[in-house]
């Protein structure tokens, strides 16, 4: 994948543009985990990230046993987020993710960091918590307060090709009238389907929402 995107001629004729990578963000940033730790991406999340912070999440599941503690998802409701329905960006997307058999081993399975993560809304907020919690959780560190704040820090402001205006931090949505957080403090962001992560260093406090109705590609 990540020589694929690496060959992929810029889709804006060399044009700086804000565009919301919503899959291809997951492998660019796997890549960089994989050549400096030598793990994949999945197995350095699991290392350590979900273990130490005891969150029980997987990015593709690893094992088949695991499959009985999915629950249905229902599709009936699943298509474009309002106001994406001309949006052909949006349009690619939903239809490349809803492609084949979503519960076939091969999709339960694949690693696709951005795109494939397995938990409940207690893993998520678990995940959001070391935010939460300025970067230590259950006594361990998983990052300095300083790397905290510069994730919740505005990178850019305007209109996102795919999202619409927004303002955006180190792959968080920041609080703002078009794209408002439960507090100004908090950042957050939302999957495909409706889940979505919130969290709040100030409040130290955290918060995680997994549906299983697919209910479009955002929160």
């Known amino acids: 994948m990540t020589e694929r995107l690496a060959a992929q001629p810029h889709w804006f004729g060399g044009k700086k543009v804000i565009c919301y990578h919503a899959v291809t963000y997951g492998y660019g940033?796997?890549?960089?985990?994989?050549?400096?730790?030598?793990?994949?991406?999945?197995?350095?999340?699991?290392?350590?990230?979900?273990?130490p912070a005891g969150a029980d999440?997987?990015?593709?599941?690893?094992?088949?046993?695991?499959?009985?503690?999915?629950?249905?998802?229902?599709?009936?409701?699943a298509g474009l987020p309002p106001g994406a329905e001309d949006n052909p960006l949006a349009k690619e997307l939903v239809g490349a993710l809803s492609?084949?058999?979503?519960?076939?081993?091969?999709?339960?399975?694949?690693v696709m960091p951005a795109a494939n993560g397995y938990g409940n809304g207690r893993s998520i907020a678990r995940v959001c918590a070391i935010f939460a919690m300025n970067g230590k959780v259950r006594g361990h560190r998983f990052m300095s307060p300083r790397m905290v704040a510069e994730a919740a820090t505005e990178?850019?402001?305007?209109?996102?090709?795919?999202?619409?205006?927004i303002s955006w931090g180190l792959g968080f949505g920041l609080n703002s009238p078009d794209y408002p957080a439960p507090s100004p403090t908090a950042f957050h962001w939302g999957?495909?389907?409706?889940?979505?992560?919130?969290?709040?260093?100030?409040?130290?406090?955290?918060?995680?929402?997994?549906?299983?109705?697919?209910?479009?590609?955002?929160?």
């Open 155 to 165: 990178q850019v402001y305007g209109d996102d090709l795919y999202i619409g205006r």
């Open 57 to 77: 999440f997987q990015m593709g599941l690893t094992s088949r046993a695991d499959i009985r503690r999915l629950a249905p998802l229902d599709h009936a409701a």
């Open 99 to 110: 492609e084949g058999d979503l519960m076939s081993w091969d999709r339960l399975s694949a």
């Open 29 to 51: 940033l796997g890549e960089l985990i994989r050549r400096v730790t030598g793990r994949g991406p999945a197995r350095f999340f699991r290392d350590e990230i979900a273990r």
């Open 191 to 219: 999957g495909a389907g409706g889940s979505w992560g919130v969290m709040d260093p100030k409040a130290r406090v955290s918060l995680g929402y997994a549906p299983n109705r697919f209910l479009g590609t955002g929160a």
